[in-house]
T-cell receptor, first 114, second 117 residues
Framework: AQSVSQHNHHVILSEAASLELGCNYS??????LFWYVQYPGQHLQLLLKYFSGDPLVKGIKGFEAEFIKSKFSFNLRKPSVQWSDTAEYFC????????????FGQGTELSVKP | GAGVSQSPSNKVTEKGKDVELRCDPISGHTALYWYRQRLGQGLEFLIYFQGNSAPDKSGLPSDRFSAERTGESVSTLTIQRTQQEDSAVYLC???????????????FGQGTRLTVV
């Protein structure tokens, strides 16, 4: 069955540190890939998405992610985090044989120390 | 409406009672999802509706769980004979579902926090 794995459960960084959150998926066919963010007390919102084309996608608030098909990965990066980036981050995958079904990873909690 | 709306926002129920959770998707969105988020865990897929197609119920954890959707509008998730392990936040999302299925952004509601005591 299709699955999504996020390697880090909780990441703690200081402001200005660089961030990379791992995401791997198990499906080998065509996929759409997403990163969602959930700020404290708020609902989930889309950070960025990949459908096709340039495997390096840029999202809001300086985030980017790179799709590496050979590694089944879609890691999220940000060169310099801010305290306001403290949130939970979810990777999600939709595979072309799953209709519109969107499968999420278990999430990574990011805490940024001021 | 402007976004996905879920009601109630909080629900406390006694073990063994039935509960019904409601989701109003964004108008015009053909796809609707239900997820469960237990404390400290990720989003667990429950069920997916796409237009008039048969729903994908593969994530429903037991036959105590069921969901319906009226056309392309409101959806209700029903949990019968609730158990303590059903305590979680239940999230609903909708997407336009146009063009390539699953290729559009899913918009989430604020969720219903269910507590079974």
């Amino acid at each position: 069955a299709q699955s999504v794995s996020q390697h880090n459960h909780h990441v703690i960084l200081s402001e200005a540190a660089s961030l990379e959150l791992g995401c791997n998926y198990s499906y080998g066919g065509t996929v759409n890939l997403f990163w969602y963010v959930q700020y404290p007390g708020q609902h989930l919102q889309l950070l960025l998405k990949y459908f096709s084309g340039d495997p390096l996608v840029k999202g809001i608030k300086g985030f980017e992610a790179e799709f590496i098909k050979s590694k089944f990965s879609f890691n999220l990066r940000k060169p310099s985090v801010q305290w306001s980036d403290t949130a939970e981050y979810f990777c999600a995958v939709n595979a072309d044989n799953q209709g519109g079904k969107l499968i999420f990873g278990q999430g990574t909690e990011l805490s940024v120390k001021p | 409406g402007a976004g996905v709306s879920q009601s109630p926002s909080n629900k406390v129920t006694e073990k063994g009672k039935d509960v019904e959770l409601r989701c109003d998707p964004i108008s015009g969105h053909t796809a609707l999802y239900w997820y469960r988020q237990r404390l400290g865990q990720g989003l667990e897929f429950l069920i997916y509706f796409q237009g008039n197609s048969a729903p994908d119920k593969s994530g429903l954890p037991s036959d105590r769980f069921s969901a319906e959707r009226t056309g392309e509008s409101v959806s209700t998730l029903t949990i019968q004979r609730t158990q303590q392990e059903d305590s979680a936040v239940y999230l609903c999302a909708s997407s336009a579902g146009q063009g390539r299925v699953g290729s559009t952004e899913a918009f989430f509601g604020q969720g219903t926090r269910l507590t079974v005591v």
